[in-house]
């Protein structure tokens, strides 16, 4: 058996995530905040839920450099919804972090795929 170690991916400075983090912990709209760290992939992810369902990710892809997802449910339809779900799910996206994305339960996600996954082809 060949084992590879990995070295981590070079992430974004601490400063920066303290801004971030100091952002959601003041902000009186933010119910909830995770802050999740992938050293291999060298990413860094805030996901933040608003007491009116709205769901942020905020990615740090490297310094300086950031991806920003917001996903108002109040804006959509179920249907539409459903279709959010589907087509992240065809991008890539483990049920997880479509749940993640869209503020929604990881069951609701399987659920929705396995009911349409004929529309992912």
């Known amino acids: ?3 590879r170690s990995r070295s981590p991916v070079p992430m974004t400075s601490a400063p920066e995530v303290a801004a971030i983090v100091g952002a959601m912990h003041g902000d009186p709209s933010v119910l909830q905040f995770e802050l999740r760290v992938n050293k291999s992939k060298g990413l860094i992810r805030c996901v933040a ?3 009116d369902g709205r769901t942020t990710i905020r990615t ?3 310094p300086g450099l950031q991806e920003l997802t917001q996903y108002d449910p109040s804006e959509v339809s179920t249907f539409q919804r ?3 779900i ?3 799910l ?3 996206l483990t049920q997880t972090e479509v749940a993640d994305t869209l503020g929604v339960s990881q069951s609701l996600v399987s659920k929705v795929y396995r009911s349409r996954r004929y529309n992912l082809c």
């Open 82 to 84: 459903d279709q959010n």
């Open 49 to 51: 839920r608003g007491s």
């Open 90 to 92: 065809k991008r890539g």
């Open 86 to 88: 589907l087509m992240l």
């Open 60 to 62: 740090l892809l490297g």
């Open 1 to 3: 058996m060949i084992r």
